[in-house]
């Protein structure tokens, strides 16, 4: 009987493994107004930053001509179809057939400009003629398009890419063909893709310490629940952003994110937290952008130590060679990389078992980042990336979690943030 009872005092006093007292490096923790004064200089730097005048490409005096698309108005976009409608049917009735000029989007002619920060579209274009076999089925699917916007305009509504995909399902045969081309449509008639009022399903979230109207409706995000408010497909009914934040908290995974969401990160730390929820979407990277340039935030990252966590910041900060033609409107400049980083997996001691091994495909990644100039231009990112492919070892945010659930919130974070541990 005293076994059982010594046995059952023993269990009593087993550490919760979500106890306060477990949680590596705690101890470490300065109080929270001095990490908030930490904070502050960030915010003032980075105000200071964002005051001047930013570069543009017209600024700059590049060895080959870059192409930029513009926001037009639905006006501008039925003007500029028409008169390449009326150009078409001025080739045909000369006998000379017809063909669109398209501007290249393939990996040559793509330039990062270090003075920008970001990639840009070189001015190479392509010929795609309705008379070869090879390119009719695509001239085809641009000319539905080009008279798909042209109803939009006259209607002056929005669709959906995937309203658009079935419209013609025979036709496009697969919603990647329709996309694509609709990316070939916005660089022809050099406009904006929201310019083409053409938007995607709902996908990035916000929360925290954030008001701005959403077509006329005053949205506080701190009011909006754990799942925190859908960021609009359309940016331009958005406005009148308000904040008392000191950082914007860009987040890689819905998993990290309904975690700070549910323990209030940003009420403990004034900040605005928002994810894609993976791959970045169009509406997050404009959403994202226009807080930035509105509130004059610094962006922390918060991405898996792997390959593709620091693509999709990237992403963000530099842009896409996909969408390269607009990334004056998508990227948002001087994002900083938070974590979780390759030297993090040691320096918090990260469990082996939570630990994962990189693949062949991780690690070419790996090593294909490394030749990027947008890596080249930050050696932080080349340690950090060179470690990773060293050890052959990723890890994802979750990792975290082996010191307790809420040990990204209590700890991680907020010793990041007072050691200023961001590149």
């Given at each position: 009987m005293a076994d059982s009872t010594s046995t059952k005092s023993r269990k009593r006093r087993q550490p919760d493994p979500d106890s306060t007292t477990e949680l590596l490096f705690k101890n470490l923790l300065k109080p929270d107004s001095v990490i908030l004064q930490t904070l502050q200089s960030l915010v003032i730097s980075t105000a200071s930053a964002s005051s001047s005048k930013p570069l543009t490409l017209s600024d700059l005096s590049l060895s080959s001509s870059c192409r930029e698309v513009a926001d037009l108005s639905l006006t501008s976009v039925q003007s500029e179809i028409e008169a390449l409608t009326i150009s078409i049917v001025q080739s045909i009735l000369s006998g000379k057939g017809f063909s669109f000029n398209v501007p290249s989007r393939s990996a040559t002619n793509q330039l990062y400009v270090p003075e920008l920060d970001r990639i840009v579209l070189k001015d190479k274009n392509t010929l795609r003629p309705f008379a070869n076999i090879s390119s009719v089925r695509k001239c085809t699917i641009t000319a539905r398009i080009l008279s798909l916007i042209h109803q939009l305009c006259l209607k002056s509504i929005h669709v959906t890419k995937r309203d658009l995909f079935y419209t013609d399902v025979k036709l496009f045969q697969d919603q990647t063909q329709s996309d694509a081309v609709l990316d070939d449509v916005s660089c022809m008639l050099g406009c904006t893709r929201s310019s083409l009022n053409v938007i995607a399903a709902e996908k990035g979230v916000v929360v925290g310490r954030l008001i701005f109207s959403d077509n006329g409706d005053m949205i506080d995000c701190t009011k909006m629940g754990m799942g925190?408010?859908?960021?609009?497909?359309?940016?331009?009914?958005?406005?009148?952003?308000?904040?008392?934040?000191?950082?914007?908290?860009?987040?890689?995974?819905?998993?990290?994110?309904?975690?700070?969401?549910?323990?209030?990160?940003?009420?403990?730390?004034?900040?605005?937290?928002?994810?894609?929820?993976?791959?970045?979407?169009v509406a997050t990277r404009l959403f994202l952008r226009k807080m930035k340039t509105e509130l004059k935030l610094p962006v922390l990252a918060l991405v898996d130590s792997d390959p593709y966590g620091l693509k999709i910041l990237s992403v963000y900060g530099c842009g896409s060679k996909n969408m390269s033609y607009d990334s004056a409107n998508l990227t948002t400049p001087d994002i900083k990389w938070l974590g979780i980083r390759p030297s993090?997996?040691?320096?918090?001691?990260?469990?082996?078992?939570?630990?994962?091994?990189?693949?062949?495909?991780?690690?070419?990644?790996?090593?294909?980042?490394?030749?990027e100039d947008f890596v080249k231009k930050n050696p932080g990112w080349v340690e950090e990336l060179s470690l990773m492919v060293k050890t052959k070892q990723k890890a994802e945010i979750q990792a975290l979690s082996s010191f307790g659930f809420q040990y990204l919130s209590e700890v991680y974070l907020p010793l990041k943030l007072q050691q200023q541990d961001w590149l």
């Amino acid at each position: 009987m005293a076994d059982s009872t010594s046995t059952k005092s023993r269990k009593r006093r087993q550490p919760d493994p979500d106890s306060t007292t477990e949680l590596l490096f705690k101890n470490l923790l300065k109080p929270d107004s001095v990490i908030l004064q930490t904070l502050q200089s960030l915010v003032i730097s980075t105000a200071s930053a964002s005051s001047s005048k930013p570069l543009t490409l017209s600024d700059l005096s590049l060895s080959s001509s870059c192409r930029e698309v513009a926001d037009l108005s639905l006006t501008s976009v039925q003007s500029e179809i028409e008169a390449l409608t009326i150009s078409i049917v001025q080739s045909i009735l000369s006998g000379k057939g017809f063909s669109f000029n398209v501007p290249s989007r393939s990996a040559t002619n793509q330039l990062y400009v270090p003075e920008l920060d970001r990639i840009v579209l070189k001015d190479k274009n392509t010929l795609r003629p309705f008379a070869n076999i090879s390119s009719v089925r695509k001239c085809t699917i641009t000319a539905r398009i080009l008279s798909l916007i042209h109803q939009l305009c006259l209607k002056s509504i929005h669709v959906t890419k995937r309203d658009l995909f079935y419209t013609d399902v025979k036709l496009f045969q697969d919603q990647t063909q329709s996309d694509a081309v609709l990316d070939d449509v916005s660089c022809m008639l050099g406009c904006t893709r929201s310019s083409l009022n053409v938007i995607a399903a709902e996908k990035g979230v916000v929360v925290g310490r954030l008001i701005f109207s959403d077509n006329g409706d005053m949205i506080d995000c701190t009011k909006m629940g754990m799942g925190g408010k859908a960021i609009p497909p359309n940016i331009d009914r958005v406005g009148d952003m308000q904040s008392d934040a000191l950082f914007i908290l860009l987040v890689e995974k819905d998993a990290a994110y309904m975690r700070l969401a549910e323990d209030r990160f940003y009420n403990r730390f004034p900040c605005i937290i928002v994810t894609a929820k993976g791959q970045p979407d169009v509406a997050t990277r404009l959403f994202l952008r226009k807080m930035k340039t509105e509130l004059k935030l610094p962006v922390l990252a918060l991405v898996d130590s792997d390959p593709y966590g620091l693509k999709i910041l990237s992403v963000y900060g530099c842009g896409s060679k996909n969408m390269s033609y607009d990334s004056a409107n998508l990227t948002t400049p001087d994002i900083k990389w938070l974590g979780i980083r390759p030297s993090d997996l040691d320096k918090y001691k990260i469990p082996e078992q939570c630990r994962l091994p990189m693949t062949e495909q991780d690690i070419k990644t790996g090593k294909d980042l490394l030749e990027e100039d947008f890596v080249k231009k930050n050696p932080g990112w080349v340690e950090e990336l060179s470690l990773m492919v060293k050890t052959k070892q990723k890890a994802e945010i979750q990792a975290l979690s082996s010191f307790g659930f809420q040990y990204l919130s209590e700890v991680y974070l907020p010793l990041k943030l007072q050691q200023q541990d961001w590149l």
